[in-house]
């Protein structure tokens, strides 16, 4: 197809059988495919923003899905898709749909009883979220944008601000947040809240 897809720490490749997913089909490199992707993405800010959704709303496998649908819905075919391949990281393919379940169940019990604070409830979220790896792509965009639809419509905070930069590009706030999603995988959760929050 001719679409020349550098990528760097922290994403993943798409291999040759997700890439004849591509819509648009002048894209050729990953640039053009960053472009297209963020344009799309502040469509689905948008829609989130415009509508409010209750906690059970947010906590079901069609809305989590449906938010990567609205982000990447004019780039990807498969976009709102679990993924059908396995990546260098997350659970096996055959996994996510269970990994999933189990996330949202421990989500809404971490809710209900008051478990953590409401920016690591949502933290803990979005990191679950992208660990399982639901996504062929965009999965650390997905995760950001559950986290500030759950912080904002389930408990009436304000997004994110993620450091207020463009994490898909390199440098050192997307050194950082890398830094503190190693060290939630360690189950070190404060630094990922830190920087959500900076």
Not at 86 to 96: A, E, Q, Y
Request: glycine share 6%; charged share 30%; aromatic share 10%.
């Amino acid at each position: 197809m001719g679409l020349d897809l550098e990528y760097i720490e922290g994403q993943t490749p798409i291999d040759e059988e997700e890439r004849v997913g591509l819509k648009i089909k002048t894209i050729s490199t990953k640039g053009e495919l960053d472009e297209f992707e963020q344009k799309n993405i502040e469509k689905a800010i948008e829609w989130t923003m415009r509508r409010k959704f209750t906690i059970d709303e947010i906590l079901t496998e069609e809305f989590v899905l449906e938010i990567h649908r609205q982000m990447f819905r004019s780039i990807w075919i498969w976009a709102g898709k679990i993924r059908k391949t396995n990546k260098n990281i997350g659970v096996d393919k055959s996994l996510i749909a269970t990994e999933l379940k189990q996330l949202l169940d421990d989500c809404k019990y971490w809710i209900d009883h008051n478990t953590f604070p409401p920016d690591e409830i949502a933290i803990r979220f979005k990191h679950r979220l992208v660990k399982t790896h639901i996504f062929s792509n965009g999965n650390g965009r997905h995760s950001r944008l559950c986290a500030d639809v759950l912080i904002s419509n389930g408990f009436g905070l304000e997004h994110f601000s993620w450091g207020a930069s463009n994490l898909a590009k390199k440098g050192e706030n997307r050194k950082k947040y890398l830094d503190a999603i190693h060290q939630a995988d360690d189950g070190i959760y404060e630094p990922l809240v830190r920087f959500a929050r900076s």
